[in-house]
């Protein structure tokens, strides 16, 4: 059976060269069998006057230029760079629990939800919390914010340009995407005081669009490089936690309490031909999917006020179910890009079985694996890798960089995606031609993907956030750890 699958594959994607190759073939016999002489009188015989060599060329020129001015422009991810938070402010299990001890010490059920979630959460004994929230009780103040934010944007934004070269004048766009801490002036404006970038920057701010504006963030730089030659554009993806850790006892409330950590990310994008050559990743595609128009959707993940006036980030029971129908809508739009001919093929024919002959066959699920090398899925918990993984039938090495990034930093929101390709090149996986396929879901509720194929074999970074522990990956994650 899988000897008959590969050949069924091969046919059909090959099915032009196949066809082709004994047609070429054939017109080679019978070019030898006419032999020089034949062909050129053949030639002779063709009478070509000046007026039509004239037309011809022109409209070859014509459409050449059409083609070439409305073919977009390719945009280069030249580098990122991933913060790494300090040692100081690690949270192990014990410390985690034993804080919430003394922060709920009125609601021992609370304490034992939370020590059940983290048990079975996948999230490892070293990522970290900011300092404000190892304070008892936890002290959330705009200042902390502001400081938990300079750190983590201030140290990504150091690190790509020390790695990448670029100068701060030679920024074109900023892009600057955090979910839950919006203040005034913005993040971006504080990115371009502290950098001193150029009066004409074009800058953006995005939030309050969850863990996959990211990627948003990524299809706002593309649609701004199409418009703007020439030019650079860094992306900055976040979440401030301190201002948004819930001091309550809504169950529904404390689950972002054991999985949200500190992380972030600052991407160089560029349209620049010079950059083709050092740049780690060309964008092919970006597909976006918003099911905000259904209510369900739209308050499974919910800013809102406790019964007691705590305000926290309510997640619904419904969250998996509605995540994936997020991705069906997505897939379903980004298969016909991506997918080889015998996968489309196989779908289609299964989709027109069910309607006209039994709609109870089983539906087709096409094999992504055939379209991708690597996958990054938002390590937004165990449960959306496990279903992800059920779902596109994914082998564990597949989701090897998911599991392994929320086990090391945690649900870092929109950067997490960043850390999970960091994991890749650091264990010297990925390869000139590689495709990797970037998986995101946000409040709204949104599924975006983003498609990158790999420009340049990558050596093994000897700096970056898995510098110092990637060698001790992969690791064994139980299903349950006993506190």
């Known amino acids: 059976m899988p000897l008959l699958k590969l050949g069924y594959q091969y046919l059909v994607n090959h099915i032009l060269t196949l066809t082709l190759v004994p047609v070429m073939a054939a017109v080679a016999v019978e070019l030898l069998r006419l032999g020089p002489g034949e062909i050129v009188n053949l030639w002779n015989s063709l009478h070509f006057d000046l007026v039509q060599i004239l037309c011809s060329s022109f409209f070859i020129v014509l459409v050449a230029t059409v ?188 689950l972002p309490n054991c999985l949200f950590r500190m992380g972030g990310a600052a991407i160089l994008l560029s349209n620049r031909r010079s950059e083709k050559w050092r740049a780690k990743y060309r964008l092919v595609h970006v597909v976006r999917t918003h099911k905000g128009a259904d209510d369900k959707a739209y308050r499974c993940v919910f800013e809102e006020e406790d019964k007691e006036g705590n305000v926290g980030i309510s997640l619904s029971k419904d969250l998996m179910a509605i995540a994936g129908e997020a991705l069906k809508s997505n897939i379903t739009t980004i298969g016909p890009l991506v997918l080889p001919a015998s996968e489309q093929l196989l779908f289609l024919v299964t989709l027109i079985g069910r309607k006209i002959f039994n709609p109870k066959w089983k539906p087709y699920i096409p094999d992504f694996k055939q379209a991708f090398e690597h996958f990054c899925i938002h390590a937004g918990g165990r449960a959306v890798i496990d279903e992800l993984q059920k779902n596109l039938q994914l082998s564990a090495e597949h989701v090897e960089a998911s599991r392994m990034a929320l086990h090391r930093f945690g649900n870092t929101s929109s950067s997490s995606l960043w850390y999970e390709m960091s994991y890749i090149e650091s264990k010297g996986r990925m390869k000139r031609g590689d495709r990797v396929w970037q998986i995101a879901f946000g409040s709204g509720f949104k599924c975006n993907s983003a498609v990158w194929k790999c420009n340049r074999t990558i050596k093994t970074p000897t700096d970056g956030p898995w510098a110092d522990c990637i060698d001790s990956y992969p690791v064994h994650i139980p299903e349950v750890v006993k506190l």
Do not use: W
């Open 67 to 254: 083609y070439f001015m409305s073919k977009p422009r390719s945009i280069y991810l030249v580098d990122y760079a991933c913060y790494k938070p300090s040692v100081t402010c690690r949270v192990p299990f014990a410390t985690f629990m034993e804080h919430s001890r003394l922060n709920l010490s009125n609601n021992p059920k609370s304490v034992e939800f939370q020590m059940r979630i983290l048990e079975r959460s996948g999230l490892g004994e070293e990522t970290c919390l900011p300092p404000s929230i190892h304070y008892i009780p936890p002290t959330p103040t705009m200042e902390a914010a502001r400081g938990e934010a300079e750190l983590v944007i201030f140290s990504a934004m150091d690190s790509l340009f020390k790695k990448t070269g670029l100068k701060p004048k030679d920024v074109d766009i900023l892009i600057v995407n955090c979910s839950l801490f919006s203040p005034t002036p913005s993040l971006s404006a504080m990115v371009i005081n502290k950098y001193k970038l150029r009066s004409n920057v074009k800058s953006f701010n995005l939030s309050g669009m969850g863990c996959s504006a990211g990627l948003i963030s990524i299809d706002l730089a593309r649609d701004l490089l199409q418009l703007h030659p020439n030019c650079n554009a860094v992306v900055v993806s976040t979440e401030i936690i301190t201002p948004n850790y819930y001091k309550g006892k809504e169950r529904a409330m404390l």
